[in-house]
């Protein structure tokens, strides 16, 4: 081995060996972290200012530490996950649970981006990923944020709160809406692409053609006309004949390569 590609590995080497080490003396910063095993990689379970997250380290970590942001229902059909991390990615989680993409929501992704940055830094842009409700904050942050992010793969997401779960309880409460505000609202990731279009991101969906709980017409279909139409990049992998689930391919590997060309430096 020569001696530059022995400084290239030994720098490798040493980014895996400081990452693991910051994750697992936690403690140190004020954060306890549970080391735990995700698939046959390293996950680091830990609350950051009282909210569940998670941080799953690769047995090889990429150049400038790139990393998966996944929203909601964590661990669930984790062929992407696994896939990225297997490529040197990070993996990241933190809850959002019952927030439906709101405001409140969007800030505690904004703390959780600043402190796996600024902490253990990580690259200043993200690849998101969310599985259906997922969809809502994944793209209300990006919307937000649309320089910190590589690309978003969304898998049969919802961009629209009046499709799923249409405008209840749950959902005024989250954004602090009256139903009269709720049904005028033009805050949906459907409604606001234009950030994302014009910072260049680059989309992929996956969607079950036979979809009634988050409809491809009333989500998938429209963020794909509009993103078109405003000059954005986008891929739709359509599943003929597939309801809301299964989630995913079971082979990823058409989503990882479309990542893995297309991702935003």
Do not use: C
């Not at 009256?178 to 014009?198: C, F, M, S, V």
């Not at 079950?208 to 990049?233: H, M, Q």
């Not at 004949?241 to 058409?254: E, F, I, Q, R, W």
């Amino acid at each position: 081995m020569n001696n530059h590609r022995f400084y290239i590995y030994t720098l490798i080497f040493l980014s895996f060996l400081v990452i693991k080490s910051s994750l697992a003396n936690e403690k140190n910063k004020g954060v306890s972290a549970t080391k735990e095993n995700f698939h046959g990689f390293s996950q680091y379970s830990f609350d950051l200012d009282g909210v569940k997250s998670v941080i799953v380290v690769p047995k090889k970590v990429a150049k400038d530490k790139p990393w998966v942001w996944r929203a909601r229902f964590y661990g669930h059909e984790p062929q992407f996950d696994i896939a990225m991390l297997e490529q040197g990615y990070h993996l990241v989680y933190t809850s959002v649970v019952n927030l439906y993409g709101s405001p409140e929501a969007v800030s505690r992704w904004d703390s959780f981006y600043d402190y796996v940055t600024s902490h253990h830094g990580f690259a200043k842009k993200a690849v998101l990923e969310g599985m259906s409700r997922g969809g809502l904050i994944v793209y209300n942050w990006a919307i937000q944020n649309p320089k910190k992010v590589s690309a978003i793969y969304a898998d049969a997401p919802v961009g629209d709160f009046k499709s799923w779960p249409g405008i209840n309880k749950k959902i005024m409460s989250a954004y602090d809406l009256t139903r009269q505000e709720a049904e005028k609202y033009q805050g949906n990731p459907i409604d606001n692409l234009k950030p994302l279009a014009i910072a260049g991101v680059p989309i992929i969906h996956v969607v079950g053609d036979a979809d009634e709980t988050v409809p491809v017409s009333e989500n998938t279909a429209i963020i794909e006309e509009r993103y078109n139409a405003l000059g954005g990049f986008i891929k739709v992998i359509h599943k003929k004949g597939v309801a809301h689930h299964p989630h995913s391919l079971k082979d990823p590997k058409p989503i990882v390569d479309f990542i893995l060309k297309n991702s935003l430096k």
